[in-house]
């Protein structure tokens, strides 16, 4: 059941909350009390159920922070219909932001865009991109303006502006442009379009719907999903940096024939398993 | 989070229905497919949010012999709008029974019942019984009435009657009385109470509520569970073969210490844990 988590700097975004998640995240060492934001991509069972117990666990672990919430309208009331039934006790604030295209939400360190996918249900993807590093610093530069190495470095290099004899000396005199931060994609369960391959356009990883093997489009086809090779045509589309299969059938008693088909179309390609982590490093500039 | 099923002869009871439960009715072999009647004892997230799964994977498993489900009234509205919302689509039919006091279904192998418990919300008791099996079989009064031995005393043996000599011999006629059937509880989660003490008078396993550690009482009352020790008084006033004790606090980073103090008001005690099997077999008599 997926839920893919995203660390970085103490922040957690969550693609989709499927049953288990909250076991997952505490056998990971996740938290439970991070600065949290859940995308849930659709309303179908193995991609929500899970919230309801991370709910609770939350709550138990007196969780005080709010936690986020985007995705498709009915969650937002089918999680307050169920939290009175089942009586979830919340100890903190659900903030809910319901799913739109484009920009959906900017938290401390991502800016969260959506957009349509294409599945059996209203259906989502979601691309997080890490908000824009200073540029390089250029330390001859700083000399030449006559800043004396330390602080003021430290701050320049940090993006701030300083006061030097008088005057403010911006980052941008004393460093290349602004770096683009990471960026991870997540399609959920949805066909191939090039819509997708253009809203993923050169991310930094694509974890996309690999239900099917390439023999099996038909089946892909039918149930609105995608087969491993379509994930990576989308992949080299986008020119992605690397591709995670993900949201295998369980009818493939080994899913190293799917990755293989993959890597045929896109090198860069891994399977994704249950407990795997994936580094994503800066591009190199 | 709890999911107790009992095996007997191809039919499944399962005793609540927590996070997680369809991935362990898979991975204990338990089948998808079985005559299987899910007993809820109370509405709260971490004892009801696998059915969501469960109800789902069947599905896909193309199950279509109905399944049953005990509980709460509310448990039925719950289900029908989170089918609709997250779109479940049944292959087969929910047979929904509201939990009353005394007898709430007959199934083919058990007589099942259900009282009140005591939790902080409405919650019940489950006690499954067994159907009585023929009595024990006597050879020589079977041969003093004329029976042939073969056919015809395997057919008295299973408590049907057979024709000898042009009239009909009743079972009763060659055996001893009709034995009673395994009987096994479960609390749910509750106080203990008097009421339960009779209600699962002398069951052959009695599954009780061992959240708190004795010393931790005052806990148990105020957030409407018990002690160890209390679990294990209520299974030697019920006289009861075997207790298992379930439910542990997390906060205990072991659970011997409870078993032992548990052990010492009433010895046949076990630990329940995750994917641990008990078999319970018929009295001597």
Redesign the interface.
């Known amino acids: ?1 997926p839920a893919i988590a995203i660390q970085r700097e103490g922040e957690v975004v969550l693609f989709d909350c499927g ?2 998640a ?2 997952r995240i505490l056998s990971e060492g996740i938290g439970l009390n991070k600065d949290t934001t859940v995308l849930i991509t659709h ?4 991609h ?3 919230l ?2 991370l ?2 666990t939350m709550s138990l672990a007196q969780r005080r922070k709010p936690l986020r919430i985007v995705g498709p309208r ?1 969650l937002k ?2 999680l307050k ?2 939290s009175e ?4 006790g919340l100890t903190f604030e659900v903030e809910f932001f319901p799913v739109r295209q484009g920009v959906v939400l900017r938290t401390k360190g991502f800016v969260i865009r959506a957009t349509h996918a294409l599945h ?2 209203e259906a989502h993807s979601y691309l997080i991109e890490e908000r824009g590093r200073p540029g390089v610093f250029y330390p001859k530069k700083a000399k030449r303006l006559g800043i004396p190495e330390g602080k003021l470095w430290s701050r320049l290099q940090k993006g701030r502006s300083v006061l030097v004899g008088g005057r403010s000396v911006s980052p941008r005199e004393v460093s290349g442009p602004v770096r683009p931060g990471r960026r991870v994609g997540y399609s959920g369960d949805t066909r191939p379009s090039s819509r997708l391959s253009r809203f993923f356009s050169r991310c930094d990883l694509l974890i996309f719907d690999s239900t099917f093997a390439g023999r099996d489009r038909q089946k892909a086809v039918e149930r609105r999903h995608s087969t491993c090779v379509e994930a990576a045509e989308v992949a080299k589309k986008a020119h992605a940096r690397k591709l995670a299969l993900t949201h295998f059938s369980a009818r493939y008693a080994s899913v190293t024939p799917l990755l293989k088909e993959a890597r045929a179309v896109f090198q860069e390609t891994v399977a994704a398993a249950d407990g795997m982590k994936v580094s994503v490093p800066y591009p190199e500039t």
């Open positions: 059941m049953e288990g909250q076991r309303l179908h069972g193995d929500v159920t899970g309801l117990g709910l609770q009915k009331d089918w219909a169920t039934i089942l009586e979830i059996s249900a």
